[in-house]
């Protein structure tokens, strides 16, 4: 689910798995709505059931486009099966995350 919210931010809310079947669908999606060029991408990670390596590797690249891009990538934080996953591969400090997405983003 793609959402607009305020000042120029969007809001995307991953549902099931992001693993190897699902994880370019996300990438190009993803790339769809930074060509929008929006001020913030929220990634909610709340109701992703499932990460893998492929899914992270998509993460990461979303991370280097926002660099280059100008634009800020928060992830608001998953259960702790995927919290698991940025822990291990250690690149849980690399991602500004949240519990949940700010009220200063939040659409009125």
Known sequence: ?????DAGAVRIAL????DLAHAYTFDDELR????ARPSCVVLDLRELTFLDSCGLARLLAARRRARRGGHRLLLVR???????????????EAFEMVSEVPET???R
């Open 32 to 35: 769809r709505v930074e060509g």
């Open 15 to 18: 549902r099931g798995e992001l």
């Open 105 to 107: 983003l939040m659409a």
């Open 78 to 92: 998953g259960p702790a099966a995927v919290q698991r996953l940025f822990a291990l591969s250690a690149v849980d």
């Open 1 to 5: 689910m793609i959402e607009e919210l």
